[in-house]
């Protein structure tokens, strides 16, 4: 692994990265293959105490991919969004408090967007209490089913929108916040991502919605119970910040959501996204 030094936090997902100077980060291709590389074998990558600025969080991250900026104008850099639940910060912070859910980035993009391949997270401030970051390996959850759950999954497919996953926040919306959610177009996947690696894993979260051509109920019973057995505590990774800290994490692979924390809470965490190149098929 050349620099780094890779040590498993879990079992099924999670390492810790150190003896790695910042500057190395942002220095060259060579490291940035080795962290796709570890984050293929691990899901999430923790950089403790490494206190990279955002300039250079941006730098490190163009040697994973191509960098989203779709969501630039919220943060003086280019590439950086905060997440933070200060709307003086983030005018759009009343859709983050779906991230309290379990969900994979990118299911219900604006057009066809293919989810984004990975997610750099630094820490500017934490919660007093709570606000950890949770993650739990969705490679895992498909690996875990029987013979007989990979054969009956294998051709279902489910719908996702983002009226599903902020119904969990918001149950009773208004009927303009309601029409401003169904403005996003729904997305079909397929329950089992089959990726250009041969690897299987669980399309699942919070906005997931419905599985096409079973009974509403039993559907949605199926996907909160393959929820409930890929996130039980022993296969999930619980990430306490301090301030510096970094986490980046497959986000083909790996479920992630936010502990629940105080909404007056000085949290926040800077985002840097790398787009991905594979849709789910």
């Not at 800290?245 to 924390?261: C, Q, S, T």
């Amino acid at each position: 692994m050349g620099l780094l030094t890779i040590t498993k936090l879990s079992e099924s997902v999670g390492a810790e990265v150190s003896g790695l100077d910042p500057a190395h980060l942002v220095g060259g291709d060579t490291v940035g293959k080795a962290i796709l590389d570890a984050l293929e074998d691990n899901g999430v990558l923790v950089f403790r105490g490494l206190h990279l600025d955002p300039e250079a969080q941006v730098a490190f991250c163009r040697h994973l991919g191509e960098i989203d900026h779709s969501s630039d104008g919220h943060h003086p850099v280019a590439g950086i969004y905060p997440i933070t639940l200060d709307k003086s910060k983030n005018s759009s912070a009343d859709y983050l408090k779906a991230t309290f859910d379990w969900h994979i980035d990118g299911c219900t993009p604006t057009g066809n967007e293919v989810p984004q391949k990975a997610t750099a997270l630094s820490a500017v401030q934490v919660a007093e209490s709570g606000g950890e970051t949770e993650f739990a390996n969705s490679y895992a959850a498909y690996d875990d089913l029987s013979d007989e759950e990979k054969q009956r999954f294998a051709t279902l497919r489910v719908v996702h929108s983002l009226e599903a996953s902020q119904r969990r926040v918001t149950p009773d919306p208004t009927p303009e916040v309601l029409a401003r959610w169904r403005s996003r177009r729904t997305h079909e996947h397929p329950l089992v991502w089959t990726h250009a690696t041969g690897r299987k894993s669980l399309v699942l979260g919070a906005s997931a919605d419905y599985v096409v051509g079973m009974d509403l109920a039993a559907g949605r019973a199926l996907l909160d119970d393959l929820l409930q057995r890929a996130t039980v505590p022993d296969k999930v990774y619980s990430h306490s910040w301090s301030v510096g800290d970094m986490v980046i994490w497959d986000n083909r692979g790996v479920l992630h959501r936010a502990a629940p924390y105080d909404p007056n809470s000085a949290r926040e965490m800077l985002r840097t996204t790398v787009l991905g190149d594979e849709p789910i098929k």
